[in-house]
């Protein structure tokens, strides 16, 4: 009888990570766990976009930071991700690395068919155990947004979604016709 074979999946590190070429793709890094996500659709970024116009005089108007885009990082425990959006405080040394920056109030991920499971599961969990106060999942496809919350059921919303920053009393509500566009005519 023949014995299977045990693959050995290998375990990165960021330092690791951080040495792979500037090729385009997004290297993320979750728990050893190496994520490569080839660039985003133009669908993706109008959706991006669209939010970052919708989230950004909110955010500025009630003092909650900035709204960050690509390229700018969650580390925790060895771990890396960069989401499509998130409203982070500033921190009081902007050299700092980002391991010392506050943990974000809201992060955004617009899945494609590639990053679907990733995004609800490796990265849910990672950052759920950031502390991340509420985490939304945008589904294109779907035209709705999960949204994440510790200690709460997820919520699955289909016309409209609500960000009540922690801490704060104010609340902005988002159409998901702005966030989609309009609806393909049948």
Do not use: C
């Not at 590190?13 to 728990?31: A, F, I, Q, W």
């Amino acid at each position: 009888m023949a014995v299977p074979m045990q693959t050995k999946t290998k375990v990165w590190t960021l330092e690791e990570v951080h040495s792979l070429p500037d090729d385009g793709n997004k290297y993320e890094l979750v728990h050893g766990e190496l994520f490569v996500t080839p660039p985003p659709t133009v669908s993706h970024e109008e959706i991006a976009a669209r939010l970052d116009r919708i989230l950004s005089p909110f955010v500025a108007a009630k003092g909650l930071g900035y709204v960050y885009r690509p390229r700018a990082v969650i580390q925790s425990q060895g771990s890396e991700v960069e989401p499509d959006l998130m409203v982070r405080l500033p921190h009081p040394n902007p050299d700092a690395g980002w391991d010392a920056w506050p943990v974000p109030l809201l992060v955004v991920e617009i899945i494609s068919p590639g990053t679907r499971r990733r995004d609800r599961e490796q990265k849910k969990n990672f950052y759920l155990e950031a502390g991340i106060a509420e985490y939304w999942i945008i589904d294109p496809e779907r035209r709705n947004v999960t949204v994440v919350r510790p200690g709460q059921e997820e919520r699955v919303e289909e016309e409209r979604v609500e960000w009540r920053p922690p801490g704060r009393e104010a609340v902005l509500t988002v159409s998901l016709d702005e966030v989609f566009g309009a609806r393909p005519s049948m």
